[in-house]
């Protein structure tokens, strides 16, 4: 296991109570889970989204992850439509283990209130949380 | 574990090492009106060998006794049961097991129904298979949940031709949901109609049995090119009589996407009904989706091989509201009997077994047809067909019963359009002689 100062937290993205975080890309943001999120769960074996075109509001459950030794539920950091899912993670769900901020995203969404990404934490302020 | 009954001196020692008095002290926690105060009503005991006789005459008077030639199958079949299955069925490692929810301890049931998933795929021509069902009415609901998770659609379609008793058990698992099942008709031939397949709009999936209800072997290829015209679209295909398959192309062979039925015909009594066993299989994409559970086979950390429940995480004791069904039990005993039968016939046996049932029932549908009783239908069969009896016939088969024979289920009760049409099956466990008394009897 990582100690807390060793995880990879980037200061670019927010971050949320559940462990997933969002970041602005362009017209549309990127959801995935934290560095800390996946060191909790283990070898990652299977990752179920949602199709393209569904819609979730803030808090909502998007889909599971599951791995060797538990499944969890993603929860929505911010609301809107799906735009595009990581497809690749249906042949390599261990991309959430290796790279959780760059090719394990999971979910590209159109949001319904963009200020909504304001709300999540900074990295200091997730960093804090983890501190407990 | 021995059911030995407590000897009064065994009662009075236990009552006095935890401080009651009497039986009805040691009960006094149990409220009054949950306490049963009359006698129960029960005849006096007998010998054991009075016991044995009281069981040999009820059993003489029922329609299933030895002495009966049961030409009835209609999804439950009288198939013989090999001695070394019932005689490895007693081992109480096998007989109390419980669910193997610990690997350290629970190997050889976990490796016995790891076989039984190698041996349902080989047969089924699928690529991975659970631990086993109920039965096959719930395997095949079961089967069309699974697909509507898989293709998020809500519609299923489902032949007329499936077991009415599966589609009874379907519409049972669908009523609480608002999910939708539309019917197939059957054609002339006696197989499922897909003329009409296109205008029923999106499908989760279309399912088949084969051989369907009326014995009838349905063209699965042509069928499940069919259904994969849209791609979204799942092919499911049932079964009520698995030793088909060792004659027939294996569903997988044909396209299908999910194989449920009932594996009752692989060493498993028929006693009345139950209990059955659902098997169920589907391809690799579809694991996540699958209901119950699945044994894996692995190493330790030492490379050692093991056998452990994998995917148990959706399955009901973890998440129980995420469970993908709410089958907590396996049919443990019954996959075990299955599995044990098809390692003892082995390929070559269920091939040779399987001939021997078509040619029987062949035999009976061209001795019938000299006869003048033609089979309603001219699709291609196994070992069950339906033959169109003259007006009366009814009186002839209460007639017959006397005699000690079954001639075939009545349909009219399940499909009135066939009103004068009987379903007859022939198993290895008729022989000729048996299929000629019958053919005499009926043009008598």
Partial sequence: MKEISELNLPENVRYTDDHEWAQKKGDVFRIGISDYAQEQLGDIVFVELPE?????????????????????????????????????????????????????????????????????KSRADYLEMLKG | MRYLPHTREDIE???????????????????????RKKEMNLPEPLTEWELNG??????????????????????????YIPEITRQL????????????????????????????????????????????????????????????????????AVSRAVHPLYRKVVETYFAPTDYEVVELPVGVDGRTDFSGLKDLGELACVA??????????????SAGK???????????????????????????????????????????????????????????????????????????????????????????????????????????????????????????????????????????KASLAGAGYASAFTAPTFNEFVVRFPEGFSDTWQALLKKKIVAGLHLAPWYPELSDCWLMCVTEAIDKNDIDGLVKEVTR
């Fill in chain 2, 89 to 156: 069925l007693l081992r109480s490692e096998f007989f109390t097991a419980y669910t193997p929810y610990q690997p350290e301890i629970s190997q050889g049931t976990l490796q016995t129904i790891f076989e039984y998933q190698t041996l349902v795929c080989r047969l089924l021509g699928m690529d991975v298979a659970n631990a086993s069902m109920y039965d096959g009415a719930s395997g095949l609901a079961e089967a069309l949940l699974m697909a509507i998770r898989v293709s998020h659609r809500k519609k299923v």
């Fill in chain 2, 208 to 221: 088949l049995q084969s051989p369907n209800f009326f014995g009838c072997i349905e063209d699965l290829e």
């Fill in chain 2, 54 to 79: 009281h069981m040999d005459h009820l059993a003489a008077g029922m329609g299933a006794s030895p002495a009966c030639k049961v030409f009835m199958g209609a999804g439950s079949y009288n198939h």
């Fill in chain 2, 226 to 364: 069919a259904i994969h015209a849209d791609k979204k679209t799942l092919f499911v295909t049932a079964f009520s009589e698995p030793l088909a398959y060792g004659l027939l192309k294996n569903p997988g062979v044909c396209g299908a996407d999910i194989v449920c039925g009932e594996g009752q015909s692989f060493g498993i009594p028929q006693s009345f009904g139950g209990p059955g066993l659902g098997m169920f299989a589907a391809r690799q994409p579809y694991v996540r989706a699958m209901p119950g559970r699945l044994v894996g086979k692995t190493v330790d950390r030492d490379g050692k091989t093991g056998f452990v429940l994998t995917l148990a995480t959706r399955e009901q004791h973890i998440r129980r509201e995420k469970a993908t069904s709410n089958i907590c039990s396996n049919q443990g005993l019954c996959a075990t009997a299955s599995t044990m039968y098809m390692a003892a016939m082995g390929g070559t046996g269920i091939r040779e077994l399987s001939r021997l049932n078509r040619d029987r029932a062949e035999y009976l």
């Fill in chain 1, 52 to 120: 393209v075109g569904s819609t979730f509001d803030k808090g909502e459950e998007f889909g599971t992850v599951e791995s060797v030794k538990a499944v969890s539920e993603l929860y929505m950091p911010m609301g809107g439509e799906v735009t595009a899912i990581n497809e690749a993670l249906a042949e390599a769900p261990e991309l959430v283990n290796s790279d959780p901020y760059n090719g394990g995203w999971m979910l590209e969404i159109k949001a319904d209130d963009p200020a909504e990404l304001d709300t999540l």
């Fill in chain 2, 13 to 35: 020692q236990m009552l006095q090492v935890v401080g009651a008095t009497d039986l009805d002290a040691l009960f006094s926690s149990i409220p009054d009106d949950c306490l």
